[in-house]
């Protein structure tokens, strides 16, 4: 049974920093592409970012570069999303991606900016 279980969100003061992961299981997701998404209230679900399978070419949105890296372990079939500096703007329910074609999503992690 394919999964991809993501934990790590949460409230949090503006400025600080959370750090999402998402376990995968069911394939590996070291053949993959993964990737991170995220939906506010209201919004579209937009691409966060994205690595390769080796790890390198980080993709990121704009809004979000120099803020937060995307990171794997292979060796735990793990994606994380290390947040820095978070914004109320970056309030939204957070959604790992991967697999053929991006054909996996997990159940989203709530993250909540907020003083």
Known sequence: QVQLVESGGGLVQPGGSLRLSCAASGFTASYYVMSWYRQAPGKERELVARILRTGGGGTYLDFVKGRFTISRDNA???VYLQMN??????????????????????????????S
Not at 86 to 99: F, R, S, V
């Open 76 to 78: 735990k079939n793990t």
């Open 85 to 114: 500096n978070l914004n109320p703007e970056d309030t939204a329910a957070y959604y790992c991606n991967g697999g053929p074609g991006g054909a996996f999503w997990g159940q989203g992690t709530q993250v909540t900016v907020s």
